[in-house]
């Protein structure tokens, strides 16, 4: 099977997590002050089971810096790939 970094992924993002993309929004609102959206507006979806469907490469680019070996996770660790047609 072949994956593409723009496939998309779902996975469950933690109350760690939303306030990482939280505080990722507030600070696109200080670098770009005619960006007046607020982050209701913006929240990722979550399904009815909890997860929240997004491309591969922006889960890595919004939580890489916040993976790592003991420490609180802003994602819990299973995804599930969505079928490739």
Same mark, same amino acid.
């Given at each position: 099977?072949?994956?593409?970094?723009?496939?998309?992924?779902?996975v /469950?993002? *933690?109350?760690?997590?939303?306030?990482i993309?939280?505080?990722?929004?507030?600070?696109?609102?200080?670098?770009?002050?005619?960006?007046? *959206?607020?982050?209701?507006?913006?929240?990722?979806?979550?399904?009815?089971?909890? +997860? *929240? /469907?997004?491309?591969? +490469?922006?889960?890595?680019?919004?939580?890489?810096?916040?993976?790592?070996?003991?420490?609180?996770?802003?994602?819990?660790?299973?995804?599930?790939?969505?079928e490739?047609?």
């Open positions: 099977m072949v994956f593409n970094m723009n496939d998309y992924v779902k /469950k993002i *933690t109350d760690f997590g939303f306030k993309l939280e505080e990722q929004h507030q600070d696109l609102l200080k670098r770009i002050p005619t960006y007046d *959206t607020p982050f209701e507006e913006v929240r990722p979806r979550v399904d009815e089971s909890g +997860w *929240t /469907k997004m491309q591969l +490469w922006m889960i890595m680019q919004k939580f890489g810096p916040y993976m790592g070996m003991v420490q609180e996770q802003p994602i819990e660790i299973n995804i599930t790939i969505e490739i047609k």
